[in-house]
Structure formats: structure tokens, C-alpha cells
């Protein structure tokens, strides 16, 4: 009977975790002069626009509230041949949107035309590499992975920050969280058919849905 009674209470938050659903942000839109966005497909077909995310520019940062699962690129920040793009994102009250933790992270190649690979953190230790073609594809599993390197938030609502890079060397593409490589990966293995058409293009920012991110260091070396 104890077990039963501990599954019927356990039931509610699972179904809650599964059925979490896109809200929309007030004031929502993107607010930052040059940027743009985009939000994934399965968001447009509930009738979600851009407009229920929030793009903002606070002192140095750039203040991110979602709403539906978006992409942002500003289309003068460009990358081609060798190069590193990072940031760092501080979430400042983990999971204060959600029922779960959600991911943030870098894109890189060419979101404007739904084609990206994206490296991206959670606040719990976990990491995924990403990415969309003509269909999505995963890098590291649909779950993504743990890793040492990814810091974890103390509890839900207290702050947790990360530093996201995504490198292309010679023929690597690789991932660092917190200054360690936590992913990495033959070109020819991101770069081809169902993938990248190119890892030149544009470099951005990922975030899932339900998610509020402070992003400030946005840079390419």
C-alpha cells in the first residue's frame, strides 16, 4: 500500500516534466539593434512566435528569457576556416522557469537557414552536442551526457554559471565547458550528409525553451 501510495504522488511531477509547455514572455521580441532570431519549428506549429521570447541588452549582457526554444545570431558575426567562439552563461536561478533543467549553449553555421550544430549546458552537470540539418541530429545522444567540468547549480533557484567555447581546428570540431574539452570530433563526422553543410557561416546563441540566461564575453578568436 506504501508503494502504491509513493507512485500515485510520484505520477503528477512525472507528468508534469513530460507535458512542459512553452510559455510566452511579456514584453517579449528581440530589443538588441542587429540581432535576430529564430524559433525551432515544433514551437511554430503550436503558434509561437518569436515575439514570446525576450532578447534584451542589460549593461554588458545580453539578458535571454524563453518562451519557445530559439536560436539568436547577429548576421555580422561571422566565422570561417579555423576559429573559437565563447561565452559565458549565468543562469541566475536555476530552473526558475521550468520543471526540469533545460540547456543553453553556442551555435555555429547557419541558423537563418535551419542548419546548425549547437553545444549547450545544464545546471546539473549535464552537456549535449547538437544539431539541425534537413533533419536534427545528435552528437552525443539524445540525453546528451554528464561531465565533471560542468558545474552544477547548489540547488533550484540559486545561480549557476558556465563558459562555453566551440573550436574548429584542422579537421576537429570540438566543445569546451569550464576550459575542458568535454566533446570533440572528426570534421567529416559533423560536416556530412543529414549535418552540416559547413561549419563557416555564423556563430550565435542556443536556448531551450523555459529559460532565463545572462550572456556577456560573447567573442571569436
Known sequence: MRLLTATLLLIPSLMIAQDETSRSVAGGGIAVPGWTG??????QKQGKTINDAKLAKEGNALHV????AVTYWNPAN?????????ATFNEPKYMNLNTH???????????DKDNYLYCAAYGNGNFIVRGFGPDAFQMNGRRGEANAAVHKAAAVGEPVTQEIAISVKGDRVECSI???????????????AGKLASTDGVYGLRFAHNTEVMVTGLTKN
Open 38 to 43: 529564430k524559433i525551432d519549428a515544433s514551437e
Open 65 to 68: 528569457v524563453t518562451g519557445p
Open 78 to 86: 561571422q566565422v570561417s576556416g579555423n576559429y573559437t567562439v565563447k
Open 101 to 111: 533543467p533545460h540547456p543553453y549553449g553556442l551555435v555555429i553555421g547557419s541558423p
Open 178 to 192: 569550464n576550459g575542458t574539452v568535454v566533446a570533440g570530433y572528426d570534421k567529416s563526422a559533423v560536416v556530412a
